[in-house]
């Protein structure tokens, strides 16, 4: 696993800079004017459609997203997966996978190189771009696409064997939104294909007084992170909902998948949860939804 570099401390230096601002803007609430701001951006763009901005932005400076508390999580993430791998259910290498949510590709071109045959699928352009220049630059094989899992067409019914997602339904904030995905990742699988869902995850219960309310608070939130070479940049909140381990159970199950396993999972930076599900072989009725 990677140790903590200089690049971890500076994050974690700057989430605690933070703090009080952060406290600020969800207790008391956002201003007028960033409430404002953020009504005009939704009505051009979905709230999970900002994290291009991230991606464009760190692009236009010649780096990605990629800071040490990404690498930290892939690498927990790939840890769990390969002890994964030995389950009868999730499919070998040569198998048809699909990365949900895939960002710069890290993950994706991980998969490839285990043999899988990889399709990496993201809503922002810029991240996908990232993701193609990494797997040339790799000499792996990866397909890329840029896309809204939420609105995937018929053509991906049944095309994967196993679908992964690390890190992109916490994303979602509207439930409605959290339904249409979870079930658009099992209509997209073979029957008897595997889900393999890695999320950070919640002690408690999160329930949301009013959904659309956390989003306009998010998206005005102002973030500085570091990225890459160890300058920061600064970004809009995309959207963010964690769930408690049974929450993103229910979740699952009400999607009509099976879950065989749900476990916590520490990654040094925050509480993650993995959770290996399958798509019965007999498919259920939510399945065509
Ligand atoms: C936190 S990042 C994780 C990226 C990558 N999986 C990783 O481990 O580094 C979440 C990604 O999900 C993507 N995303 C969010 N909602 C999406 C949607 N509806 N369709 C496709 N991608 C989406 C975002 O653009 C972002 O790149």
């Not at 979905?46 to 930290?72: D, F, M, P, W």
């Not at 699909?98 to 998969?111: K, M, R």
């Not at 570091?226 to 995309?238: C, H, K, L, P, T």
Request: positive net charge.
């Amino acid at each position: 696993m990677t140790g903590l570099s200089r690049f971890h401390y500076l994050n974690m230096w700057l989430r605690l800079a933070e703090r009080p601002r952060r406290w600020w803007h969800f207790h008391v609430g956002p201003s007028e004017r960033q409430l404002a701001e953020a009504e005009n951006l939704l009505s051009q763009r979905k709230y999970y459609e900002l994290y291009e901005e991230i991606h464009a932005r760190a692009g236009r400076q010649g780096r990605t997203v990629t800071s040490s508390t990404v690498e930290l999580t892939c690498s927990a993430f790939r840890y769990r997966f390969e002890a994964f791998q030995g389950e009868d259910i999730i499919p070998q290498p040569g198998a048809e996978l699909v990365d949900l949510g895939c960002g710069v590709g890290e993950n994706a071109v991980y998969f490839a190189q285990l043999g899988y045959r990889v399709t990496g699928i993201d809503v922002s352009g810029s991240a996908v771009e990232m993701a193609r220049e990494r797997a040339q630059g790799s000499g792996t094989s990866v397909t890329f696409t840029a896309a809204d899992i939420l609105d995937l067409s018929e053509d991906y019914t049944s095309k994967y064997d196993l679908a992964v997602d690390v890190g992109c339904l916490h994303m979602l904030v509207l439930s409605g939104d959290r339904t249409r995905y979870l079930r658009t990742a099992h209509r997209i699988l073979r029957p008897g294909g595997a889900f393999v869902l890695y999320e950070r995850v919640s002690r408690r219960d999160i329930v949301l007084k009013e959904e659309y309310s956390e989003v306009l608070n998010q998206v005005s939130f102002i973030y500085r992170r570091m990225v890459g070479d160890g300058r920061s940049i600064e970004f809009r909140g995309a959207g963010g909902r964690r769930a408690s381990l049974r929450q993103y159970r229910r979740e699952l199950e009400a999607a009509g998948f099976e879950v065989l396993k749900a476990e916590r999972a520490w990654d040094m930076a925050q509480r993650f949860a993995i959770f290996l599900a399958t798509k019965r072989a007999r498919a259920s009725p939510l399945a065509s939804s």
